[in-house]
């Protein structure tokens, strides 16, 4: 069955609102009643939309999943695979200063606290973190001279770093609040592809 636009824009007020909510507090952290006071949707027509918790969550995660993929696709700008690789992680560094590094990456935060306990989160995250590898895997394939990677590594080895140290300098940057250990990440990525 189609949703109403009323519903649709209640239930993306929803996913946005809790968003943030989980960014501050974590999954564990944050309430059903948390949930009801910052959206100011009724109990009961949270639950006609959302079964639980656990779905609303899921239901962010899936929600924030999309839209990262989109931002992973608009973010390889460039006139070279290795330049795209580059200019992507760069555009995730920015975003990650916008938000003067409170909350760090739901996906990141979500995996430390969930994903060992929970196999529909683990599912969903794996979604995100083996996609955002191969979209950099498929660059560093492609770029053959354009890159002197600085490494005997293969692009799919070598992608799975580049994610790790980003993901890793979000965590140091959120924990110090300096954007300094986010900008020596980026400069040890672009070290590692000759850039």
């Known amino acids: 069955m189609a949703l109403s636009e009323k519903s649709k824009k209640t239930q993306d007020h929803v996913l946005k609102t809790t968003r943030a909510i989980l960014m501050a507090n974590g999954f564990h952290n944050t309430t059903i009643n948390d949930i009801i006071k910052a959206t100011g949707v009724k109990k009961g027509n949270l639950y006609y939309h959302f079964s639980s918790k656990e779905e609303i969550c899921l239901a962010v995660l899936e929600d924030a999943k999309e839209e990262f993929f989109t931002f992973l696709a608009q973010s390889l700008q460039g006139d070279s695979p290795c330049a795209k690789v580059v200019n992507s992680c760069q555009a995730i560094i920015v975003a990650q200063k916008k938000q003067i590094l409170v909350g760090g990456c739901l996906f990141g935060n979500a995996a430390l606290e969930m994903s060992d306990s929970n196999p529909r989160f683990a599912t969903v995250l794996q979604d995100v ?17 354009d890159c002197s990677l600085n490494t005997n590594l293969s692009p799919s080895v070598l992608a799975k770093a580049i994610v790790a140290t980003i993901e890793g300098g979000i965590m140091m940057s959120r924990v110090s609040k300096e954007p300094a250990d986010l900008d020596d990440c980026f400069v040890v990525i672009k070290a590692m592809l000759g850039k």
Request: proline share 6%; net charge negative; hydrophobic share 60%.
């Open 129 to 145: 973190f083996v996609h955002w590898v191969g979209v950099i895997d498929a660059q560093l394939s492609l770029a053959g001279p």
